[in-house]
């Protein structure tokens, strides 16, 4: 039996996960991490915390596992969040903007009269949701990062090549396609950072890291307290198109949704970089053997996180797996429609000023009835853009394989498949992001010799299959979208 270790570094915690030939889990790790907010709409993390909770967690899981050989590591990260840091003492000059950050939206409005150029170059709309804007404002705003830039010091990477960067001891500055293609800065046609783009945010282009496949090798291990030098790093992806591999995701047509701090579907288009006629984005699913894919993507800012808001912000559960049992409490919303657009709204209206909103409620609406109310939130923004792929791809969605924590949710899941009226599946590994990473570090050294050596290795959990009736559905379809009309004319 041969071992690989998977990094899933994601926006609340990280973990380490080791799996085995057969795709078995044989041990994780999970740590969180603080989430900073140093103002309305700004999101932040210490990049020393995503560094501390990474290095803690894989030692742990190796220590624990010492009798087993690691033949690889494979990453998948938080896509967005854009780390700048000094390239002689690999500290970063400023915390990690997170993928969440709304601090360069004015900006990204100024960007309209380019908006075609960067959507034909990189798939993707102008928004403060992208690495690029971050860049510039860390450039402009953090005293000596403009002037450390220019004298060729200075380092900006994803977080998977800040991993990389610490993982090798400095020795390697390298992303792979799926991550640059996040940034806002890189040309998926030509598959290279892009000079007009670059000169268009004023970002130089030495601070920017290689871009290889996402089996390429990245280099070993090498320097760092409690892990053994010499491991090699073979298979790095942003979380979200990791979870599509991981999926096996590999037909165009095939599509999935990660339902975990935000909500994320991706279908793969194959050879095709297909652009969007309704408002969402094409990135690169992934580039194996030098093949590249694609996929159209549809981002949701809130899902789980509304979990969070309600045990954290109003207090209404004390843990975020209490919120089933809450929501089951009540045989229906209650007339409670609940819009989660607590940081704007994604795919596929990209209004970033919209604000959150509960509707309906009466002297009879309980905490329950809100609960229900905001996991159906989750499920009406995942039906919204499902119906925008199928209306740009002219493909009728058949089946929605599922994943993520709030994968586990069985009501939450239920209803997706009653809204949508397409059957929901669940497979055994809900972690199928790290999945995904170790999928493509076990193809990197040679563990799988292909993609369809890997399928037998996915396995469906549970099915859910529609159970509304269909006027049912489309009347609660129709009140959603009452309440998203009111979030959007909200001036």
């Known amino acids: 039996m041969k071992y690989i270790l998977a990094i899933d570094q994601g926006t609340t915690s990280s973990r380490a996960i ?23 709409g700004l999101v932040e993390h210490d990049p020393e915390d995503i560094w501390n909770t990474v290095r803690e967690t894989v030692a742990m899981v190796l220590d624990r596992n010492r009798d087993k050989t690691v033949e690889a590591i494979g990453i998948a990260n938080q896509r967005e969040t854009t780390v700048v840091w000094d390239a002689v003492t690999g500290k970063a000059v400023y915390n990690a903007i997170v993928w969440q950050d709304r601090r360069t939206a004015d900006f990204c409005a100024t960007l309209k009269d380019r908006a075609e150029v960067i959507r034909e170059k990189t798939g993707l709309i102008p928004d403060a949701y992208f690495s690029g804007t971050k860049i510039k404002w860390i450039l402009e705003n953090v005293d000596g990062a403009s002037d450390m830039a220019l004298n060729g010091s200075l380092r900006f990477g994803t977080v998977d090549s800040f991993l990389v960067w610490r993982l090798t001891g400095g020795k390697v500055h390298a992303t792979d396609v799926t991550n640059a293609s996040r940034t806002m800065l890189f040309n998926i046609h030509t598959m290279r950072w892009d000079e007009e783009l670059l000169e268009m945010l004023g970002i130089p282009a030495d601070i920017l890291p290689e871009v290889r496949e996402n089996t390429a090798f990245f280099g070993y291990t090498f320097g760092i307290n409690g892990i053994p030098d010499g491991i090699p790093i073979t298979g790095i992806a942003g979380d979200q198109q990791s979870s599509l591999f991981g999926q096996m995701c590999l037909r165009p047509g095939d599509v999935k949704n990660t339902y975990g701090t935000g909500c994320f579907l991706l279908m793969n288009c194959g050879r095709n970089a297909l652009l969007s006629r309704h408002n969402l984005l094409t990135t690169v699913a992934w580039s194996v053997n030098g093949e590249v894919n694609y996929a159209i993507e549809g981002s949701i800012f809130v899902a789980g996180s509304i979990v969070q808001w309600l045990r954290d912000g109003l207090g209404i559960i004390k843990s975020s797996s209490e919120i089933e049992e809450l929501a089951k409490s009540v045989p229906d919303n209650g007339g409670v429609t609940f819009v989660p657009a607590l940081t704007g709204l994604g795919a596929p209206y990209w209004n970033p000023d919209a604000k959150g909103m509960v509707r309906g409620i009466t002297r009879g609406t309980t905490a329950a009835h ?24 002219g493909i009728p969605i058949c089946e929605l394989k599922v994943d993520g924590g709030a994968s586990r949710n069985n009501l939450l899941m239920q209803f997706q498949a009653d809204i949508l009226g397409v059957t929901t599946v669940r497979p055994k590994i809900v972690e199928t992001t790290a999945l995904g990473a170790a999928l493509l570090a076990g193809l990197g050294v040679g563990i799988w010799k292909s993609t369809a050596e890997m399928q037998s290795h996915w396995q469906q959990d549970c099915k859910f299959i529609p159970q509304m009736a269909e006027n049912e559905a489309s009347l609660a379809v129709e009140n959603w979208h009452q309440a998203i009309r009111k979030v959007l004319d909200d001036k």
């Open 370 to 393: 809100i609960a229900r109310a905001a996991l159906e939130g989750i499920a009406f923004e995942t039906f919204d853009v499902l119906q925008a792929m199928s209306l740009d791809t």
């Open 18 to 40: 080791l799996f085995d030939s057969d795709c078995n889990i044989v041990d994780t790790e999970q740590k969180e991490f603080p989430q900073h907010f140093p103002k309305p």
